[in-house]
């Protein structure tokens, strides 16, 4: 089984990768692709997916230990 992988891109999304389903606070399925990007900075006009908005807005650079 191949795990679903999310990257916390620099200054910008999470990318998410593999089998997934998003859902909303009532359990209701967002339509998605393999492979997607969600906003991580609020600014977004197309939450809870990131529309670009980020760039040159948005600082945060987080490593895992
Ligand atoms: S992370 Fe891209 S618009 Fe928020």
């Not at 089998?19 to 997607?36: C, M, Q, R, Y």
């Not at 939450?47 to 600082?59: L, T």
């Amino acid at each position: 089984m191949n795990k679903t992988k999310i990257t916390v891109r620099n200054n910008g999304s999470l990318f998410v990768q593999g089998e997934f389903e998003l859902v909303d606070a009532d359990g209701n399925v967002f339509e998605t692709k393999p492979a997607i990007s969600l906003c991580r900075c609020g600014l977004s006009d197309n939450k809870p997916f990131c529309d670009g908005s980020h760039k040159g807005n948005f600082e945060s650079v987080v490593k895992a230990k």
